[in-house]
């Protein structure tokens, strides 16, 4: 039995050692790994920062061809608007014309008795 807790011992001296290495082997790794980790996350945020930055400058380009876009929707509506308008009053116009010309003729028709025409009607 106690040649056996010696060889046990003896194995665990030997094994010492190399825990130990193993150990400092990790160590180093960890630390490794720490100093690349932290420099991902200083490239993530330079490059965050970097974005932002281009988003900022961009921004007000953005803004502006939105509202250029806004306000050509809106000048072609204004035009159509007008357009439409001007049909209408082309229209009034011409029944204006045609009631004018009517009332004329009816109180020319009234100075000359002999060119009576029908009297206008209001709804036209």
Request: charged share 35%.
């Amino acid at each position: 039995m106690a040649k056996q807790k010696k060889r046990l011992k003896q194995e665990l001296e030997s094994l010492i050692p190399t825990i130990k290495h193993e150990e400092r082997h990790l160590e180093d790794l960890l630390v490794d790994a720490r100093a690349r980790a932290d420099g991902i996350v200083r490239d993530a945020e330079a490059q965050a920062a970097a974005r932002i930055q281009a988003a900022r400058q961009a921004l007000p380009g953005i803004l502006q061809a939105e509202r250029d876009a806004r306000r050509a929707a809106l000048v072609r509506k204004a035009e159509e608007a007008a357009r439409t308008e001007e049909e209408k009053t082309r229209a009034l116009q011409q029944s204006a014309r045609a009631a004018m010309e009517k009332t004329v003729a009816y109180i020319v028709s009234l100075v000359w008795p002999g060119m009576r025409p029908n009297p206008p009607t209001v709804a036209q």
